[in-house]
């Protein structure tokens, strides 16, 4: 059974903006780490963004790969079970199948930007960025 489902990919032009959607089936929202990646054709699968939960009440922990840094933004609201990743500026570069995927426990730093540490993964969806 799924427990990641994203949605909001679609075509838009250069210079538009897409919020992509995860939502989990779970109960609540309770791993460690959310994280984006993407996967262009013939390319490896790419870390884009994570977001971290603080625990008790704590700050979430955010973390962009350089190439979106200033132009996406990752959220998250456990309550809701959502992670959202709001992409401005797109470019043909951002063009991929985006994948959320989620993991129960800690992971430092860098060390969530591989994809073989998370455990959880949904079926993708689609940006496509063209004129």
């Known amino acids: 059974q799924a427990r990641l489902s994203e949605s909001g990919g679609g075509l838009v032009p250069p210079g538009g903006s897409l919020r992509l959607a995860c939502e989990s089936s779970e109960r609540d929202l309770s791993y460690y780490a959310v994280a984006w990646f993407r996967q262009a054709p013939g390319k490896e699968r790419e870390f884009v963004a994570v977001?971290?939960?603080?625990?008790?009440?704590?700050?979430?922990?955010?973390d962009y790969t350089s190439s979106v840094k200033g132009r996406f933004i990752i959220s998250r609201d456990n309550e809701k079970r959502m992670v959202y990743l709001q992409m401005n500026g797109l470019t043909s570069e951002d063009a991929a199948v985006y994948f959320c995927?989620?993991?129960?426990?800690?992971?430092?730093?860098?060390?969530?930007?591989?994809?073989?540490?998370?455990?959880?993964w949904g079926q993708g969806t689609q940006v496509t960025v063209s004129s």
């Open positions: 977001v971290t939960d603080g625990g008790e009440g704590g700050p979430f922990g955010i």
């Open positions: 995927a989620a993991r129960n426990y800690f992971c430092a730093s860098t060390g969530c930007h591989y994809p073989s540490v998370y455990d959880y």
